[in-house]
């Protein structure tokens, strides 16, 4: 039986081997230059952007509310864990020679560590927050959410002077954050996100959470505290977000608060519409698209050219709505994120079935 | 065998407009009761405040013998009181089964962690939910629709898929907004026994609204007519067909006058 196989997270053993398999594949080619450092880190600012419109998926496309504050939770995690490790990581250094390569226990702990407190601290403001504003209709929850995610990049704009913060030193931009994100990280916290999104959606908290979207006043008269779904997803879609951020931040080694501009906080927005609102497969795939495509059409591209990528973008998303209104894959899912499938009922019960009149329809 | 519900002075105010005024209904355990009346009379209204989805201005909702004004909606869904709506209201992009699944949320057997983990627990309690659902379904004769988009059911299976949704939340008291709206003589004449059977089999107490009178007079016990928010006429099907009050207020008064003559005369 099912029992004796091998599962985690209830995923199967294929799914485990498949993603190593992924992962050393692109760990090999870079170690062989094939991909230069630069690609690596584009390829890691997928997993990011990817992690972070998971998390707004979630809270726009499976729960039904237009938020844009996801940016300032990502900045919130980015903030937070570079605080951190700024702090503390060069402290703990407990490097462990494995004779092939070196290994600092101490640093990768550090780094866990800050990214799980920023993680959580953007859970806990994402809760605080939705508390008075989630009881707000769809677009006033917009426009609020937009105004947080302005005061948290106002925040970091002088987060030397109004808060205690002068290593983050305000709009000069946070230096010394060290550069702790390797690629297993980034590409094994994205898997673990999408373990986590699979496992609550095809679940009864999961369906709970849809059921909102398609029509609230219908699951609170089944039962079901909508206000208490609407604050969980907005929290675990927070946290995605300050996880997103934690890894980013780790990753250039430096935090500028121009880029949680709250112009950017349509980026994960607009992954999500492209790639399918309710679609984790489309979220990935776009995320992945946006990062790589930014840079793919800047080298691709005429000098000068560059800004042409900010006309294209528009350009796409329209013609998909267009093409595809529910997005590029939309309704589409790869085979391990599907909810499993019963099958039918057999009318065994034929005398319990009679029973009920049958309809001519 | 007590009352279930106990509607008392009940009353409610849009801004200026009377919408439900002073209104009672006792409706007892195992009652098929009816509501009635012409269009706007406030018959939806009642069932609103009852639900909790709106609050009322003046009043007290009894269930079991306990106020539940002011309780939100999901608490008063979870205490025994389940709806239907008028123009209904399914999760229209999820699969048929998907819809009674939800409804049996609040009584799943395994936790948040639990199914983050995907632990035994949740194995389990996956089973066992989706059987109890695909009894519903096979019940209500959709068990072979239970894939499908509640969307693109035919407009009578989504009647009866709303009913069978209503029922999984395991209530005690089931109200029904007009279940016979939009529907043809002979889809009619099974939903009246969809609902006789259901009142026996799931032991319920059942108060509808129709606007048709031959379904109320078909199949309730106990008729409450309303009209302008307020009680007209209570009782049987046959005292209410021969009320004055309840003619008029449905054929206008001249009508009312002439029926009333011809009762006389006869």
Known sequence: MKK?????????????????????????????????????????????????SLG????????????????????????????????????????????????????????????????????????????????????????????????????????????PFPEMKGARGMVGIPRLTTLFWSFFLLVLAIAILRNLLNSSTGRAIVSVREDEIAAKSMGIDVVKYKNLSFVVGGMFAGLAGGIYAHLYAFLHPSLFNFIKSFDPMIIIVFGGLGSITGTIVAGFGWALSLEVLRIILPAGAETWRFIIYPVALLLIMLLRPRGLLGGVEWGFLKPKVWPQRKEDQTAKVEAAPQEAV | MGPVL?????????????????????????DLAGLIGPNGAGKTTVFNMVTGLYTMTEGDVLFDGQSIVGMEPHKIAQMGISRTFQNIRLFQNLSVLDNVRIAYHTHVGYSLADSIWRSAKYEKGERELTEQAQEFLAVFNLADRQDEFAKNLPYGEQRRLEIARALATNPRLLLLDEPAAGMNPKEVA?????????????????????????????????ITVMDFGEVIARGTAEQIQNNPKVIEAYLGRGAAAGLGGAHNAA
């Open chain 1, 4 to 52: 004796n196989r091998f599962q985690f997270l209830g995923l199967s053993w294929r799914f485990w081997v498949v993603a190593i398999v992924i992962y050393a594949v692109v760990q090999v080619l870079f170690s062989t230059n094939v991909i230069n450092d630069y690609m690596k880190t584009v390829i890691q600012l997928g997993c990011v952007m990817a992690i972070v």
């Open chain 1, 56 to 163: 707004l998926n979630l809270i726009y496309g499976f729960n039904g509310q237009f938020s844009l504050g996801q940016w300032g939770f990502y900045a919130i995690g980015a903030y937070a864990s570079a605080d951190i490790t700024y702090r503390y990581a060069s402290k703990v250094s407990l490097p462990l020679d494995l004779g092939f390569a070196t290994f600092d226990i101490g640093q990768t702990g550090i780094y866990i560590v800050a990214i799980a407190i920023g993680t959580i601290l953007a859970g806990v403001i994402a809760y605080l927050f939705g508390l008075p504003v989630l009881k707000l209709g769809s677009d006033y929850f917009g426009i609020a959410t937009l105004g947080f995610t302005i005061v948290v990049k106002v925040l970091a704009d002088n987060s030397d002077t109004i808060l």
């Open chain 2, 6 to 30: 106990q509607i008392e002075r009940c009353t409610k105010y849009f801004g200026g407009l009377r919408a439900v005024c002073n209104f009672d209904i006792v409706v007892n355990e195992g």
């Open chain 2, 190 to 222: 099974t939903l009246m026994e969809l609902i006789h059977f259901i009142r026996d089999r799931f032991k319920l107490t059942i108060l509808l609204i129709e606007h048709q009178m031959r379904v109320v007079m078909g199949i309730c016990e106990h």
